[in-house]
C-alpha cells in the first residue's frame, strides 16, 4: 500500500481503489464498504461521490442500493488498475507463475482477493503441470517480496475440467 498512500492521502479512497480495482468485475454498495473498511458511510459516500463524479467509477442501482464498480472504459482504468495489482505485489506472483514453474494453462485467484479483500493470504489456484521443488521456492521468494502469505492449490487441466465446477464454486477470479 506503500504506493498508493504516497499517491493518494485519503486511507478511504485508497481502501476504495483496492477494493474496486483489484478485480474490475466486483461492485459494491455504499453500507458494505462502510462496514468492512471501519468507517461511516458519510466518508464512503464522499469518495464514492468524488471518484464517480471523475469518471473513475461507474454506479448502477439495483432495488433501493447503489452499487459502484470501477469503469473499465476511463482512459486511464489500465494503469490504476496496474498500479493496484503492483501495490499489493499480484503483478509479480502472476509473473514469477508464467516465467519458472512449468507448464501452466490458467491461473486463478480464489476468495478475499477475487472479492477485492487485502486479507493477507493469496489463495492461487494453478492448472496445468507444476514443478513441485521450484513451487517451494517461488512461494517462499515471492512472500517475501510482497510482504502477503501465499496459499497454492495446483490441479492437472483433466482434473480441473472435470471437477471445474466444484473449484470454481468459491470467489475467483482468472488471471491468466
Not at 462496514?35 to 433501493?64: H, I, M, Q, W
Not at 487441466?157 to 464454486?169: D, K
Request: charged share 30%; proline share 3%.
Amino acid at each position: 500500500m506503500d504506493m498508493l498512500s504516497q499517491l493518494f492521502t485519503s486511507k478511504t479512497r485508497i481502501q476504495l481503489l483496492l477494493k474496486l480495482f483489484l478485480n474490475p468485475d466486483v461492485s459494491c454498495y455504499l453500507r458494505e464498504l462502510a462496514t468492512e473498511f471501519a468507517v461511516s458511510p458519510n466518508a464512503v459516500k464522499e469518495e464514492l461521490d468524488s471518484l464517480t463524479e471523475a469518471g473513475y467509477l461507474e454506479k448502477k442501482k439495483k432495488g433501493r442500493s447503489l452499487f459502484f464498480r470501477a469503469n473499465k472504459s476511463h482512459p486511464i482504468f489500465p494503469e490504476l488498475h496496474s498500479i493496484v495489482k503492483k501495490s499489493l505485489g499480484i503483478d509479480r506472483v502472476i509473473e514469477e507463475v508464467r516465467q519458472d514453474l512449468g507448464e501452466v494453462q490458467a491461473v486463478y485467484i480464489l476468495d478475499d482477493y477475487a472479492l477485492g479483500k487485502d486479507s493477507g493470504l493469496i489463495d492461487l489456484l494453478i492448472v496445468g503441470q507444476v514443478k513441485s521443488d521450484r513451487l517451494q521456492d517461488y512461494v517462499r521468494i515471492t512472500e517475501g517480496k510482497i510482504r502477503r502469505k501465499l496459499r497454492v492449490m495446483v490441479v492437472g487441466a483433466e482434473e480441473f475440467e472435470g471437477s471445474r465446477q466444484t473449484y470454481l464454486q468459491r470467489p475467483h477470479w482468472k488471471v491468466v
